[in-house]
């Protein structure tokens, strides 16, 4: 969880926004019946950001204001996989692109060292996979959109030159919707394009949680990140079942900036 919400905002200047550029790499499961029958594992690499920000207060109000204790973030990740079927007669070729946006009302105690958010978030995201060696079914696409409910809790701690801060964040599907494809018949129906059932989701019938684990280190000249994330998605209905389940090793760079406005080029 990364926010300043105690900092105060200059003429001129924007509120502090903290930033984590962030690569990703690991293991993950796939199913998709659409496609085939058959479970399919292996890697998958990434690269995301993510920012944070407090509302901009008015300066008569400041940080007694009624957002004084509410921040907001954003993401984007793109991330491409290759898994193969247990039985190594099969490939398929994944590419995931997904964005959200949140905002979440703040605690903090212990001189701001404890901190805990909770709020609404936002998120969509597009997944293509492709399948090597198939000449019926090669592509599927899935799409959902949802509202989540984003909690996560910190603690900072200091060394004599350093100070560290530990992380869980914690993402879950409340009510949204999802893209279902239909069934294709024969190789020909690919020049018809995919139709497609768009329909609305939630825990009935897409499961989704994301959730995260990290360590934010600051040095004197650098501070970054490392952590454990996991992404776990299950939907589906009685005839077609699609099931992710990704973990990864996570490592990322943060820094923090402000924006001047009106600054001449």
Known sequence: MLFFLAGTVTAGEGVEHTNVLKVQFGRGYQLDTYLSPLAYTGWQVGIGNEWWQPFRQDTRLGQTGRLAHWAHVGRVEVLGARNI?????????????????????????????????????????LAVKY????????????????????????WSFYGKKTSY?????????????????????????????????????GHWNHHSV??????DMQFPHST??????????????????FVRNQIHLVVG?????????????
């Not at 760079?253 to 080029?265: D, H, M, P, T």
């Open 210 to 215: 994301k959730h995260e684990l990290s360590l």
């Open 85 to 125: 079927s247990k039985a190594y007669t099969n490939l398929t070729y994944g590419l995931e692109l997904n964005g959200g946006w949140g905002a979440f009302y703040a605690w903090q105690w212990f001189d701001n060292r404890l901190n805990v958010f909770l709020g609404p978030y936002l998120e969509a995201g």
């Open 165 to 201: 801060r530990l992380n869980y964040q914690i993402r879950t599907n409340l009510i949204g919707f999802d893209f279902m494809p239909d069934y294709w018949e024969s190789y020909y129906e690919l020049s018809e394009g995919v139709k497609g059932t768009p329909r609305c989701s």
């Open 224 to 241: 970054w990140r490392v952590g454990v994330a996991h992404d776990y998605r299950h939907y589906g209905n009685a005839h077609m079942r």
């Open 253 to 265: 760079c943060i820094w923090k900036y402000r924006i001047k406005a009106n600054e001449r080029l």
């Open 131 to 154: 399948m090597a060696v198939n000449v019926n079914k090669p592509l599927s696409v899935d799409i959902a959109a949802d509202v989540m409910a984003m909690s996560g809790i910190s």
